[in-house]
């Protein structure tokens, strides 16, 4: 029998559970209480009804929320495009190869290198609360390297994705059909084994909507689920791709349609906003007010990666989402919780209710607003992972 702990004397609970607490979307809990014991929460409530236990925490009238689920990053990398994003904010042109660079980077890099980056990240994120993390391959872009990144991810989260489709490696630049045909062959046969999903960047000038359903589909029937880069640079067919093959998630969503947001409002699919991305291209907002009226489930992620978004900040999103996607503290908070754990079908993570696994933050303030109302402030005190506390 594992030890209970109590942390008691929390000022706001985020519960993700609209029956609990006030019934809002965030189940809001005033003086509340958690109980975990081992790797899961089994209790939660008002501080004054909360069982016995063995130990006892005290959050000292702050805020507790469930740990965030960035349900979209690319952590398997090499190298640095310091001097790219210069150039972009600076206004000077720059011609080096974009995601190429960092794919010869990668390439070249080894095993250790490679580990040792994604492992300083995910150490990163989880300083700033971030609790689950799923991360993609797509910077190898060949048979080896690309099982290479989804070896390696699998070692660190449970949350790996096959993006083989990034952009058509450089070597079949002249035969996009022939690197379709290695992506859904050869190099699914080698990477299936390593991932849970299955993703494409579905764009001009990556793939198209016919490459894309190819690759996909190819993926499902070797078991592995969809989910899409979709509608990012500009309008196309792969939110309602992501729709109809019922894509766990469709990410960025930059350009919609309508017929595009009453899809995703008429589905499963979350439509995965990444911010991070428009703030650091200076492209424009994706519009989440569209999204959330229409009746969408929206998450938010980081899309952390070293050309177009080299974020690892949750919190970060969060406050971006509110004051340039104009979404209410309360939402972003729910899409970076429950809506990450959405767009990874997951139903044990993202809420702090019994049954779910003990992953939470202690915010060093007394509510969770403070994310976007204190934008820059370091304000994750405590992160608890299955049950331990680990920041
Ligand atoms: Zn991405």
Same mark, same amino acid.
């Given at each position: 029998?594992?030890?209970s702990?109590?942390?008691t004397?929390?000022a ?6 609209p ?6 979307p ?19 409530g008002?501080?004054r009804?909360?069982?016995?236990t063995d130990?006892?925490?005290? %959050? ?9 689920v ?13 001097e ?25 890099? /080894?095993?250790?290198? &490679? ?17 689950? &993390? ?8 060949t ?15 449970e949350?790996?994705?096959y ?5 058509v ?10 690197y ?18 299955i ?23 070797r ?17 309602r791709? %992501?729709?109809?093959?019922?894509a ?37 907002w994706?519009?989440?007010?569209r &999204? &959330?009226?229409? /009746? ?20 970060f999103? =969060?406050a ?18 429950a ?5 990874l079908?997951?139903?044990? =993570? ?9 992953d939470l933050?202690?915010l060093? %303030? ?6 976007a ?18 920041v």
């Amino acid at each position: 029998m594992s030890s209970s702990t109590v942390i008691t004397n929390i000022a706001t609970l985020v519960t993700n559970d609209p029956s609990l607490g006030d019934g809002s979307p965030l189940g809001l809990v005033r003086d509340a209480a958690v109980v975990v014991e081992g790797d899961r929460v089994v209790w939660t409530g008002a501080s004054r009804k909360a069982p016995a236990t063995d130990n006892r925490v005290d %959050a000292g009238g702050r805020a507790v929320l469930p740990g965030f689920v960035d349900s979209h990053s690319h952590l398997v990398f090499a190298g640095d495009r310091t001097e790219e994003f210069n150039a972009r904010m600076s206004g000077r042109p720059y011609s080096a190869g974009g995601i190429r660079t960092t794919v010869a980077a990668t390439r070249a890099a /080894g095993d250790a290198e &490679l580990e040792a980056t994604l492992t300083r990240h995910l150490a990163e994120a989880l300083r700033q609360g971030t609790t689950t &993390l799923e991360t993609k391959s797509g910077y190898g872009l060949t048979v080896e390297d690309e099982a290479r990144a989804l070896r390696l991810a699998a070692r660190h989260t449970e949350e790996v994705t096959y993006l083989g489709a990034h952009i058509v490696a450089p070597e079949y630049a002249d035969d996009p059909a022939g690197y379709v045909a290695l992506v859904t062959g050869e190099m699914l046969d080698a990477c299936a084994p390593h991932a849970r999903w299955i993703d494409v960047f579905c764009e001009k000038g990556a793939f198209d909507g016919e490459q894309a359903r190819a690759i996909l589909t190819a993926g499902k029937a070797r078991g592995l689920h969809p989910r899409v880069h979709a509608n990012q640079l500009s309008f196309g067919p792969g939110v309602r791709l %992501a729709v109809e093959l019922d894509a766990a998630s469709a990410d960025h969503c930059t350009h919609l349609t309508d017929e595009d947001v009453a899809a995703l409002a008429g589905s499963r699919t979350v439509a995965t906003l990444l911010p991070g991305a428009e703030f650091s291209t200076r492209g424009p907002w994706p519009d989440a007010r569209r &999204l &959330l009226d229409a /009746g969408a489930t929206v998450a938010l992620s980081t899309d952390c990666n070293p050309g177009s978004s080299y974020t690892s900040s949750m919190p970060f999103c =969060i406050a971006l989402a509110v004051r340039e996607m104009h979404m209410t503290p309360d939402e972003a908070v729910w899409s970076a919780t429950a809506g990450g754990a959405a767009a990874l079908r997951r139903d044990d =993570i993202g809420r702090l209710t019994p049954g779910a696994r003990a992953d939470l933050v202690v915010l060093d %303030a007394p509510s969770h607003v403070h994310l976007a109302y204190r934008p820059g402030v370091p304000l994750v005190r405590q992160v608890w992972r299955r049950g331990v506390r680990e920041v």
